[in-house]
């Protein structure tokens, strides 16, 4: 193994290549390294680890590749190819722990003679393969194999279906009243008098915020809200239905049960449980705020008798601009995207003391920045910034792991897929920023571990959201924006209007958690309950959650890409919040303090996954964390 970054090839038939010939040799030399694990006799338990371990860095390296390769790749041939080679190494995997014979080297050796960590190891992997279905009768396995197998191929087709989704739709030059100046600049009218409009974040953001004429927000809301439609449809009940039945044949009541048995949470049951304390804790805070939207709404239609989803961004910037004195779009102004992108590598270089070195190596797109992430010296990691939208790209924003560390063995890489406009930015651009860039300094950070099944971000999975909903509070201090900031005369963004922003931002923040309780609730409920028809569920789910009214007809589960990865667990982004809002108390209102930054640090970030998260959590506060902080938060507390 090296310790070295990857070397990325500079032409298609290189890239075709890597996209190929890498996974199979990975494939290669895991099926030799399993055969000597079955046959060699003589090995201790400490050398079977040590074997797994590289089956695990192989099968890591070769479907990280590849999977970023499937989402951010220019060429729609490398993507397909990618996409076959996921599907291959997924399937190697999870056929890996329905190999009795393999299952056999580990059940039947002791962990008397191992040390801690190596144990911890050994039980999750006894836990894998128990959860594999590798106790099952012979016909149970082969069909847990071919369900397996058939969820990697639904969720890849149903990933691609929204990638590949872009929608448009022309409004006339007057439907982009409200709109700021750049962004009319960029989109002319056509020999027709009309202007396209597309679901790239770049226009859908802008356009829900500022738009004044409702019929251009409710019209590319729609189409937004019906991505991967009706391709997705019949996709997604049959995935639900395979996981179900998946579930089932390995001893689960559901597919949550069989998820959150590896999580915090513990158990399928407490999902509804936790989602009724986010909603009772909400509950007052929205009362309070949709009367306010609907009057808001109301002036400008007068007919009006419900806020709808396509409303509810464009109401609050009104109202934060009215009442608070906060005009998103002077807040923009001192957002451009370069200034941005320098401010938060400065601000966690400090933060977390490392050095982000600018590396002029060939990537997958012109697009793409790297650095090498340094301290003292030493090399911790590199980080690929791939920031704005193309066709065939991710289209949201999220991190995708490269190369999982492992101390002196692989240094950790990985990778930012969002869609940030090039010019001026929304500060909720810059707050998504800071987010998905917390999990990227969590990968690097963490992936020193000895063993790889703990490296990196590879803790619970229902803790994972925590670090990057931290590193959010960031992105709201009035010292850290005026530190890289500047409007068109070069002026800092004035700490008073930072502050009215935090004021701001606590209107509506009950309807917030609110809207995030209708994807928690349609993540649960559609795997739970599998309705035979998703469209009506789904849009009851959404109308129950919140006051705020989903658009009538719309399929937003086609499009929604959690449903695979997260699975019936979107609940983890309040659960992880709760722990958020918690930690933050650890700085004791000083976001730039040395002491707490170095002991979050160590604590939290650079453990990766070696111990639970709870551990990790308690060893940073000095005591379990606590449910006060997000109340008092979803109340309005700034």
């Known amino acids: 193994m090296s310790t070295a970054p990857l070397v990325f090839p500079t032409d298609l038939d290189g890239w075709t290549a890597f996209a190929s010939d890498r996974p199979t040799e990975r494939v290669r030399q895991v099926e030799a390294i399993d055969e000597r694990l079955r046959t060699e006799s003589g090995l201790t338990t400490a050398e079977r680890l040590e074997l797994w371990n590289d089956t695990e860095i192989a099968l890591g390296a070769a479907l990280s590749e590849v999977y970023l390769l499937s989402e951010a790749h220019p060429d729609a041939a490398v993507r397909e190819i990618a996409e076959h080679q996921v599907q291959i190494v997924e399937a190697l995997s999870s056929g890996r722990m329905l190999d009795r014979?393999?299952?056999?080297?580990?059940?039947?050796?002791?962990?008397?003679?191992?040390?801690?960590?190596?144990?911890?190891?050994?039980?999750?992997?006894?836990?894998?393969?128990?959860?594999?279905?590798?106790?099952?009768?012979?016909?149970?396995?082969?069909?847990?194999?071919?369900?397996?197998?058939?969820?990697?191929?639904?969720?890849?087709?149903?990933?691609?279906?929204?990638?590949?989704?872009?929608?448009?739709?022309?409004?006339?030059?007057?439907?982009?009243?409200?709109?700021?100046?750049?962004?009319?600049?960029?989109?002319?009218t056509d020999e027709n008098g009309l202007v396209t409009l597309t679901t790239d974040y770049t226009d859908l953001m802008p356009v829900r915020e500022y738009a004044t004429d409702r019929a251009t927000r409710s019209a590319l809301v729609s189409v937004y809200n019906n991505l991967g439609w009706p391709e997705n449809e019949p996709i997604l009940a049959e995935l639900l239905g395979v996981r179900a039945e998946r579930a089932q044949l390995l001893g689960y009541a559901d597919w949550a049960e069989y998820e959150t048995e590896t999580r915090m949470i513990g158990s399928g049951a407490a999902v509804p449980e936790f989602l009724a304390r986010v909603d009772e804790a909400s509950a007052p805070a929205a009362a309070a705020e949709y009367p306010q939207l609907l009057e808001r709404l109301r002036r400008d239609a007068?007919?009006?008798?419900?806020?709808?989803?396509?409303?509810?961004?464009?109401?609050?910037?009104?109202?934060?601009?009215?009442?608070?004195?906060?005009?998103?779009?002077?807040?923009?102004?001192?957002?451009?995207?370069?200034?941005?992108?320098?401010?938060?590598?400065?601000?966690?270089?400090?933060?977390?003391?490392?050095?982000?070195?600018?590396?002029?190596?060939?990537?997958?797109?012109?697009?793409?920045?790297?650095?090498?992430?340094?301290?003292?010296?030493?090399?911790?990691?590199?980080?690929?910034?791939?920031?704005?939208?193309?066709?065939?790209?991710?289209?949201?924003?999220?991190?995708?792991?490269?190369?999982?560390?492992?101390?002196?063995?692989?240094?950790p890489e990985g990778v930012l897929l969002c869609n940030f406009s090039r010019g001026l930015m929304e500060h909720d651009e810059v707050v998504t920023f800071f987010h998905e860039f917390g999990h990227l300094v969590h990968h690097i950070l963490g992936g020193r571990q000895r063993w790889v099944r703990f490296s990196g971000v590879a803790t619970e999975w229902d803790f994972v959201e925590a670090p990057s909903q931290l590193l959010e509070e960031w992105a709201w201090d009035a010292g850290v924006l005026a530190s890289f900031s500047a409007n068109a005369d070069g002026d800092p963004i004035p700490a008073d209007l930072v502050t009215k922003m935090k004021?701001?931002?606590?209107?509506?923040?009950?309807?917030?958690?609110?809207?995030?309780?209708?994807?928690?609730?349609?993540?649960?409920?559609?795997?739970?309950?599998?309705?035979?028809?998703?469209?009506?569920?789904?849009?009851?789910?959404?109308?129950?959650?919140?006051?705020?009214?989903?658009?009538?007809?719309s399929h937003s589960y086609a499009g929604f890409g959690h449903l695979t990865g997260y699975g019936s667990c979107y609940y983890t982004y309040q659960w992880s919040l709760v722990i958020a809002r918690d930690l933050l108390s650890g700085f004791n209102g000083d976001l730039m303090d040395a002491a707490a930054a170095r002991r979050y640090r160590e604590h939290i970030l650079e453990p990766g996954g070696s111990r639970d998260a709870r551990e990790l959590v308690e060893s940073f506060l000095g005591r379990p964390y606590a449910f006060d902080a997000y109340r008092a938060w979803v109340s309005g507390g700034i």
């Open 302 to 411: 007068s007919d009006a008798d419900e806020v709808t989803i396509a409303d509810f961004w464009y109401l609050l910037g009104a109202l934060k601009r009215e009442e608070h004195d906060v005009d998103a779009q002077l807040v923009r102004s001192y957002f451009s995207f370069e200034r941005v992108l320098q401010g938060l590598l400065d601000t966690t270089g400090k933060l977390l003391d490392v050095r982000y070195i600018a590396v002029a190596e060939p990537t997958w797109h012109e697009d793409v920045r790297s650095f090498d992430v340094v301290r003292d010296g030493e090399m911790l990691g590199r980080i690929h910034l791939d920031l704005h939208p193309r066709d065939g790209k991710f289209n949201h924003a999220a991190c995708f792991p490269l190369a999982t560390g492992v101390e002196d063995r692989v240094l």
């Open 101 to 188: 014979d393999l299952w056999r080297v580990f059940a039947e050796t002791s962990s008397a003679d191992l040390d801690a960590d190596s144990a911890r190891l050994l039980e999750r992997l006894l836990r894998d393969f128990r959860r594999g279905g590798v106790e099952l009768a012979d016909a149970k396995r082969a069909r847990v194999t071919e369900l397996t197998d058939r969820d990697t191929e639904l969720s890849l087709a149903f990933s691609r279906n929204i990638r590949d989704g872009r929608r448009e739709i022309t409004v006339s030059a007057a439907g982009l009243a409200g709109l700021p100046a750049d962004f009319i600049e960029t989109h002319p």
């Open 503 to 553: 004021t701001a931002d606590a209107f509506g923040r009950g309807l917030e958690v609110r809207r995030q309780l209708g994807h928690a609730n349609v993540s649960y409920h559609l795997h739970v309950d599998r309705p035979a028809d998703l469209q009506a569920e789904t849009e009851r789910l959404y109308a129950t959650s919140s006051p705020v009214q989903p658009l009538p007809g």
